[in-house]
């Protein structure tokens, strides 16, 4: 390990012991005993809370716990265990006098949210339901809902900066999101996730999270991978919370007035602290402000109209310097050597505004009428030269001239040039109904979307490491004398070039009824529906079939069975109709995809406490696929190609009480997905991840739980690795990425909240106040997210790895009131 490193980790594990560092107050009584069930079965970890806030135990495997109490003063003893309802009693003890208290606690008619208590028409669908308090404490560099995606099956991703995600072998373009029935939608300018920012959720204004990574049901939309189903809150009294931290900043405020409810969220985001820890150094200045509103009028108990409103200001400023990165292995070491002049300014901003009309005629019966549009503009400015210089470095352990340079193999340069503007408005209207008769569940609905988009793509790259970029001038040798005959033509590594314009009309349609219904020893769920698009680019008319079928045995153990399938149509956007050189092909088809899925869900107790595993085997047929390669989050279609492939894979989580009273999961998924040209040899997508693992944990400290710990760790095999110079299809990608692999780990202290007070009574006006510190990446891994491509003076290709962020620390300080 480096001096650089270990100093980093000294730094780190000293605030570490310092924000653990607490001492308990010394009491002069003793209060003992056992905590039972009605059944008397003993409960262990049981927690023991006094009134003050700020004493606490836990009871041992055969329900004993013993506590130091103030002497000569009432005191209330709480006992706390999820599951059960909450036991108090009254005491007063004498200096030195050991009493007993012993209590039965209650079973409570719920359990955990999305445990034993969920709604069942989420279990019999393809969804899983996430607690949208875990979004708020997983340790991660973004803080936002797509660090707690990444750990669910079936999801792979392999940049933190981002909060993109691959679902089941699909690309990032694949997967919709929708918040309050309103669809989201992604710049479309971002190439790095240095730039990306915020994500439109704002994790302080959730109330539910739904998840669905394939065989989901018509009335959600047209993506061919997965689902993010999120809902805001609806206010029902004032609160208000803050957050502040060595990354981000956020505010919100809510409150009830009579038949008027207000939800507002306030974000700010500057990763300037972060991006200093990458290889590339220089003066970062990002600032990302986003600002969201949920405002809700309820007319009547028929009537309720709502707006949603969203503005996102987003700016990405860099003046790079300098960039050192050591690659190869131990035999093959090599360091690259950058300088760098110029500048990067780059400005996304975008809103949305969302008016929706409720109208209820019937309790069974339900109508909304929404009315959207969302308005971008984006602009990509750059010109950066950088000289390199290529050396091989000296690895011999014992040398006297181990890590310096032995060999200059190549100098070069490069020139990056962007003028690039994108602007587009898209304007929706939707119309969706419900109803209940009898035992069928039918909801419908209708789409109309205007989308008007202007591009102006110009950018050009000049690479000069091996000649082949000068110029040839009149008098080189062996040139004609002609000067009509001579070449003075600067070839260019890349040169794209050009103006789009694009108008056009999307319309969609859905159906789809939910019949449950009882039979011999179980209960049975029929969930279909079709789906029909239609956009008047490509004359294309779609229809998609869906269907769910669930079956819950009554056997001794809580388990449901379900196979879904469906024909998924992705009708394509401007993204999927730009080739790599700026022209649009208007006659590209929808991609189209099969799914076949064949699941399990188990609700279970482990150790006495309630878990829930989930097991989904699936294969999707992709009949009609436009490829694209990927360059970090830069997705590059190619749709002057056609391919038909598949994804077959396996996702398992297990999630539950691992630690008692708290929520924590464990996912693994096995995955391979390929395409073809048709007729032609299998080759692997770009988001072939062969496995992935992934642990959220929480826990603890037994004898106060006041001080806990998050745990976030994700491994994912490497991803195919495309270099520049290979065309599609051509021959096998045989390169692959290095594995990405992360452990982020938070230590959070709740200095105040209903049941803990402070001394400092100014302090016990506020419901929560906690402090945590996390340690991001401990494990200090470079992970690497693409490759910068040279030559050496033979002409030789070098990947230079663009690694991630390494081992770093951020404080996070968050109030409610």
């Known amino acids: 390990m480096n001096g650089k490193k270990r100093n980093r980790l000294n730094i780190l594990f000293a605030l570490f012991f310092c924000f653990v560092g607490a001492s308990l107050h010394a009491q002069k009584g003793m209060i003992s005993g056992t905590v039972t069930g009605e059944s008397g079965k003993y409960l262990d970890l049981v927690n023991i809370v006094l009134d003050d806030g700020k004493t606490g135990t836990t009871t041992n495997s055969s ?17 706390k265990y999820v599951g059960y309802l909450v036991a108090s009693v009254k005491i007063f003890v004498k200096e030195g006098e050991h009493n007993t208290v012993n209590f039965i606690l209650k079973a409570s008619a719920t359990d955990i949210d999305g445990v034993t ?19 708020l404490v997983i340790p991660s560099v973004s803080g936002d809902i797509g660090s707690l995606i990444k750990t669910l099956p079936g999801v792979s991703a392999s940049n933190e900066l981002s909060s993109q995600y691959s679902v089941r072998g699909g690309s990032y373009d694949e997967n919709i999101i929708y918040v309050n029935g309103i669809e989201i939608f992604r710049p479309f300018l971002t190439r790095t996730g240095q730039q990306e920012g915020l994500s439109f959720v704002n994790s302080d204004l959730i109330s539910s999270i739904y998840f669905s990574a394939g065989g989901f049901e018509a ?3 047209d993506k061919m991978s997965s689902v993010l189903d999120i809902k805001y809150r609806k206010p029902t009294e004032f609160h208000v919370s803050a957050t502040l931290s060595l990354l981000s900043s956020s505010l919100h405020i809510e409150d009830k007035i009579g038949k008027f409810t207000y939800l507002v969220g306030v974000r700010q985001k500057t990763s300037s602290y972060l991006l200093g820890s990458l290889d590339t150094k220089g003066e970062y200045k990002p600032s990302f402000t986003d600002v969201q509103g949920l405002l809700t009028y309820s007319f009547n108990k028929k009537w309720e109209l709502s707006f949603l409103g969203n503005y996102s200001r987003n700016i990405y400023r860099f003046v790079p310097k300098t960039r050192e990165t050591v690659f190869g292995t131990i035999s093959e070491a090599y360091k690259v050597m950058m300088y760098m002049e110029g500048n ?50 000296d690895e011999s352990m014992g040398s006297e001239n181990y890590g310096e340079d032995t060999e200059v193999l190549g100098v070069g340069t490069f020139l990056s040039h962007a003028r690039n503007r994108y602007e587009s408005s898209f304007y929706t209207a939707d119309l969706k109904g419900s109803t209940q008769i009898g035992d069928h569940y039918i909801q419908w609905g209708a789409q109309y979307r205007h989308e008007d988009i202007y591009d102006i793509v110009k950018q050009w790259d000049m690479t000069d490491s091996a000649g082949y970029t000068i110029p040839t001038s009149v008098d080189s040798i062996g040139v004609s004398s002609d000067i009509y005959d001579a070449d003075f033509t600067l070839n260019l590594y890349e040169n794209v070039a050009a103006i789009n314009s694009l108008h056009s009309n999307r319309m969609s349609a859905f159906v789809q009824d939910a019949w449950s219904f009882e039979g011999r020893k179980a209960t049975y769920h029929l969930t279909y529906g079709v789906r029909a698009t239609y956009w008047d680019v490509n004359k294309q008319f779609n229809v998609s079939p869906r269907a769910t079928f669930s079956i819950t045995p009554e056997w001794k153990h809580d388990m449901l069975f379900r196979f879904s399938t469906g024909y998924y149509c992705q009708p394509p956007t401007y993204r999927e109709m730009r080739d790599t050189d700026g022209v649009l092909h208007t006659d590209v088809k ?43 989050v830069m997705i590059q279609y190619h749709p002057e190609y056609s391919t038909q492939g598949y994804s077959t894979g396996l996702d398992i989580k297990l999630c539950g009480e691992f630690v008692r009273g708290v929520d924590s ?19 692997p997508r770009p988001s072939d991840q062969l496995v992935n693992f992934s642990i959220f944990l929480q826990d603890y400290i037994p004898n106060n739980p006041r001080f806990k710990m998050q745990l976030n760790l994700m491994f994912g095999t490497g991803l195919p690795v495309i270099p520049p110079y290979m065309e599609l299809f051509t021959q096998k990608y045989t390169s692959r990425y290095a594995p990405y692999r992360r452990v982020d780990i938070g230590f959070s202290w709740q200095i105040v909240s209903d049941m803990v007070r402070s001394d400092w009574n100014f302090l016990n006006r506020f419901t929560d106040i906690s402090l945590t510190a996390e340690i991001l990446n401990i494990l200090d891994i470079s992970n690497t997210i693409s490759y910068t491509w040279i030559t050496d003076v033979s002409g030789r290709l070098y990947g230079v790895p663009d690694y991630l962020t390494p081992l770093m620390a951020n404080i996070k300080l968050s109030v409610k009131y």
Do not use: C
């Not at 279970?604 to 360059?631: C, M, Q, V």
């Not at 998924?669 to 040209?677: A, G």
């Open 665 to 683: 999961w464990i996912s693994l998924s096995l995955m391979k997905t390929e395409e073809r040209l048709k007729g032609g040899e299998y080759f």
């Open 344 to 393: 990067e300014n780059d400005k996304f901003n975008n809103g949305t505004g969302a008016l929706s009309l409720k109208y209820a005629p019937t309790d069974n019966t339900n109508l909304t009428l929404t009315l959207s549009t969302y308005k971008s503009i984006e602009s990509e400015n750059y010109d950066i030269l950088s000289e390199y210089w290529l050396s091989a470095i």
């Open 63 to 79: 329900g004993y716990y013993e506590i130091a109490v103030p002497a000569n003063d009432s005191t209330i003893i709480y006992a």
């Open 219 to 221: 009335r959600y939309g």
């Open 590 to 632: 929808a991609q189209t995809s099969i799914h076949l899925v064949a699941g399990m869900d188990w609700n279970l107790n482990l150790w006495g406490r309630p878990f829930k595993f989930i097991s989904e085997a699936y294969y999707k047929y992709l009949p009609h696929l436009i490829p694209y390669t990927i360059d970090n």
């Open 117 to 135: 208590i969920e709604d069942r028409e989420i279990r019999n669908s393809t969804f899983s339901s996430i607690d949208p308090k875990t979004v």
